[in-house]
């Protein structure tokens, strides 16, 4: 009888690990996914959510950066600074030209070039949107470079041009003068986005059913009139997503061009949020300054697209 217990036992010891072996791989099949996940999201939280949180903090603090300095809390006294500077007004004024001045380089241009190319051979076609794209893969700095010397007051192409035909007599310093300087900034940001739009463009427009286009035609529709009742609302979902692109980075665009030719001038007419950023915590060496107007900048495009994404739900349109 006890050999026989002892079996019993056995066996139901045994039944007992297998169950507890079948909920630990259940277990494990329920949090492999996640294990996959865990790398991108530590990364993400020491390189994203940690200095985000860092800066919400500094915002209401006032520190130098000095080594051996400690942050001294200060409330909303760097929110009350930042209104009362000028060129932080003056800033968001910028932002605001900037982010409205790019959308037609973003949406408008990029989409008839799409449009116009999208009925290519395919050869011919890849050349286009190739040339089109190559101001996009191009270094800022490098981009600079050349416009400097294109505008350049004394030697650039620009005003031998303009000399030669007649339009102007003395030089112009396009950079350093208040009219010029943030329209060619807006200029040199459109230039390089229209590459990069196109073929996001372009992509759209090859999942558009062609058969569509060829119903539209044998009822006698024009190609402008195939534009407006079949291309553009196929693209809506595309005409959204650039336009929320072009809001929430029209600013991270513009910085690397102001920063290498304008500095933000003459008299802050060029400079705009990001390089602000920059200028209160790396020239001034003021963090807890640089920190408010990220903060600020941080809520105000939160909002923003969070309004974008309800927009998005509402109106772009799916071909299912």
Do not use: C
Request: proline fraction near 4%; avoid cysteine.
């Amino acid at each position: 009888m006890s050999e026989v217990k002892s079996i019993i036992v056995s066996e139901q010891g045994k039944k007992v690990n297998e169950q507890k072996n079948r909920r630990v791989a259940r277990s494990l099949i329920k949090w492999k996914p996640y294990l996959f996940l865990l790398p991108a999201i530590l990364l993400l939280g020491v390189w994203m959510y940690k200095p985000l949180l860092s800066t919400f903090v500094l915002a209401f603090q006032k520190w130098s950066m000095v080594p051996g300095t400690e942050p001294i809390a200060v409330g909303l006294d760097n929110f009350i600074r930042l209104f009362q500077t000028k060129d932080f007004v003056q800033s968001i004024e910028n932002t605001v030209f900037y982010t409205v001045g790019i959308l037609p380089f973003s949406i408008i241009i990029p989409m008839l070039l799409a449009v116009a190319t999208n009925g290519l051979n395919g050869r011919v076609k890849n050349v286009y949107r190739a040339m089109f794209f190559i101001p996009m893969i191009l270094a800022p700095v490098t981009v600079g470079a050349i416009w400097r010397w294109l505008f350049h007051p004394a030697n650039g192409l620009v005003n031998i041009t303009l000399q030669k035909l007649g339009i102007t007599d003395a030089n112009i310093s396009f950079f350093t003068d208040p009219v010029y300087a943030k329209w060619l900034i807006l200029l040199m940001t459109g230039w390089g986005l229209i590459g990069f739009s196109t073929i996001i463009f372009s992509a759209a427009l090859t999942n558009i059913n062609r058969d569509y286009f060829e119903a539209a035609a044998l009822d006698g529709a024009t190609k402008w009139k195939q534009l407006i009742t079949i291309t553009i609302p196929l693209l809506s979902p595309t005409i959204l997503f650039m336009l929320t692109m072009s809001i929430l980075f029209s600013s991270q665009f513009t910085f690397a061009y102001i920063d290498i030719l304008t500095a933000g001038g003459p008299f802050g007419t060029s400079t705009n949020i990001y390089y602000e950023m920059y200028k209160y915590g790396f020239s001034n060496l003021n963090a807890g300054l640089s920190s408010a107007a990220a903060m600020l900048f941080f809520i105000v495009f939160a909002i923003i697209a969070i309004g974008l994404n309800v927009l998005t739900k509402k109106f772009a349109f799916y071909d299912n």
